[in-house]
């Protein structure tokens, strides 16, 4: 089974930061990778599709990329509502989750 | 507005049995496959399983595999979780989620549900 790893699990930063969160596959996957957001007590929301594709809705501020077994998301001018935890995915794996906490 | 609706999550012993349901509305339900995801407490996200279109294709995590059957009805727009041989560990807030294309290989979800909690404890 292909395993998805997500760094950093934890994440401090400020209003107005750039944020990259990586999300490595145990070995090559295809582009159906896909990017979450969660709030606590909320369900999960798609933030990005196919590796890249941000979903309607999102704010231009969240930008996903990679290919092979490496891939990014990134928040660009980070907002006081970004302050969340974040999910990749492939078919069936989710990533273990990066929590980004307000430094 | 596009919408799914769980329920039938309770406290249940070790070895019990449960079926939680998840109402659709909002979108043509027998257009696509959909997706149940559990989530344990403060815990990460979990797929557990999945049901094509008409119902005659489905998948599991191993965690639940022989333990759990999805099902659909689309004359009622509900999907369906039997859940048989509950343990600790199945604890969680399970979700049915939609899909966002039709593609029977489509895993990535872009409607979601609140949740029904599922508690195994003796």
């Known amino acids: 089974d292909i395993q998805m790893t997500q760094s950093p699990s934890t994440l401090s930063a400020s209003v107005g930061d750039r944020v990259t969160i990586t999300c490595r596959a145990s070995?090559?996957?295809?582009?159906?990778l896909a990017w979450y957001q969660q709030t606590p007590g909320k369900a999960p929301n798609l933030l990005i599709y196919?590796?890249?594709s941000l979903e309607s809705g999102v704010p231009s501020r969240f930008s996903g990329s990679g290919s092979g077994t490496e891939f990014t998301l990134t928040i660009n001018s980070l907002q006081p509502e970004d302050f969340a935890t974040y999910y990749c995915?492939?078919?069936?794996?989710f990533g273990q989750g990066t929590k980004v906490e307000i430094k | 507005e596009v919408q799914l609706v769980e329920s039938g999550g309770v406290v249940v012993h070790p070895g019990g049995s449960l079926r939680l349901s998840c109402a659709a509305s909002?979108?043509?339900?027998?257009?696509?496959?959909m997706h149940w995801v559990r989530q344990p407490p403060g815990k990460g996200l979990e797929w557990v399983s999945l049901?094509?279109?008409?119902?005659?294709?489905?998948y599991y995590a191993d965690s639940v595999k022989g333990r759990f059957t999805i099902s659909r009805d689309n004359s009622k727009n509900s999907l369906y979780l039997q859940m048989n041989s509950l343990r600790s560990e199945d604890t969680a807030l399970y979700y049915c989620?939609?899909?966002?294309?039709?593609?029977?290989?489509?895993?990535?979800?872009?409607?979601w549900g609140k949740g029904t909690t599922v508690t195994v404890s003796s």
């Open positions: 989620a939609k899909p966002k294309g039709d593609s029977p290989a489509d895993y990535q979800m872009d409607v």
């Open positions: 909002g979108f043509s339900f027998d257009d696509y496959a």
């Open positions: 049901i094509n279109r008409d119902g005659r294709s489905t």
């Open positions: 070995q090559s996957i295809s582009s159906w």
């Open positions: 196919k590796t890249s």
């Open positions: 995915q492939h078919y069936r794996t």
